[in-house]
């Protein structure tokens, strides 16, 4: 089962149109990249995903339900979500950041919390000596990288990730895509990755969604985008050239 589809969503700020009759069903167990220029809806798109924005008409479902949103709150324990500034507690340290949601929810499939941890800091290159030290004594990318841990941890069906990568430089954003990459090979689950980088969404998109004015431009597999593009703007917003 296709664990988040959308039907028909049109959602607007301020009487403009965020998204215009959207209807994706994102496929379970695959890495689907939402690519698109500033103010196409991208963001808007996650955060309808995830229920923090119910939308003006048209009907989100989760694992195959109408997203109830009088519970969405502990529907969202089952969603991972990465964000671009991070968000890391400055006053907790970092195995107190990755553990913070465990006092709501246990890893799902029974691990011990701290044990997971240790497996996903390894995972991310981050040396099990990290977990004592405070967000302000890391990197950037080591501060993405905690991210992506804490939002693992309780072994969500589906991780949402918007724009988690832009601020770093190439060669880290490339270093934490090959690790996200291996993540999903040895656990398999449902990404959402929203990204303005053409080449980031090649390299970790199983499916390409290409938005523009809040419409689905293209919604098909990365090698049908690129080999038959549905009109010469799905091909520059999918150029690596355009990076």
Not at 98 to 108: C, M, V
Not at 148 to 158: G, Y
Not at 210 to 233: C, H, I, R, S
Request: glycine content about 8%.
């Amino acid at each position: 089962m296709d664990p988040l589809v959308l039907e028909n969503v049109y959602h607007t700020y301020n009487g403009q149109p965020a998204l215009s009759g959207v209807s994706l069903r994102f496929h379970e167990k695959k890495i689907t990249a939402v690519v698109g220029r500033s103010g196409s809806g991208k963001s808007t798109l996650l955060q309808v995903l995830n229920g923090m924005l119910r939308p003006a008409q048209g009907t989100v479902f989760f694992r195959g339900q109408p997203f109830d949103y009088s519970r969405a709150a502990a529907l969202r324990l089952q969603m991972g979500y990465v964000i671009q500034g991070i968000g890391l507690f400055p006053h907790l340290t970092v195995a107190q950041n990755i553990l913070i949601n465990t006092r709501l929810q246990r890893p799902a499939n029974g691990a011990d919390p701290v044990a997971r941890m240790h497996s996903l800091m390894h995972r991310m290159n981050l040396q099990e000596a990290y977990g004592k030290k405070y967000p302000h004594e890391l990197s950037g990318g080591e501060q993405q990288r905690v991210g992506i841990c804490r939002a693992l941890l309780p072994n969500p069906t589906v991780l949402l990730m918007d724009e988690p990568l832009g601020a770093l430089d190439s060669i880290t954003r490339e270093d934490i895509q090959r690790e996200i990459l291996q993540l999903q090979q040895s656990e398999e689950r449902t990404v959402i990755f929203i990204t303005h980088n053409p080449q980031e969404a090649l390299a970790l998109g199983d499916y390409i969604v290409v938005l523009e004015a809040g419409k689905v431009l293209q919604y098909d597999t990365k090698e049908n985008v690129l080999k038959n593009p549905a009109n010469a703007l799905v091909e520059r917003l999918t150029s690596t050239r355009s990076v």
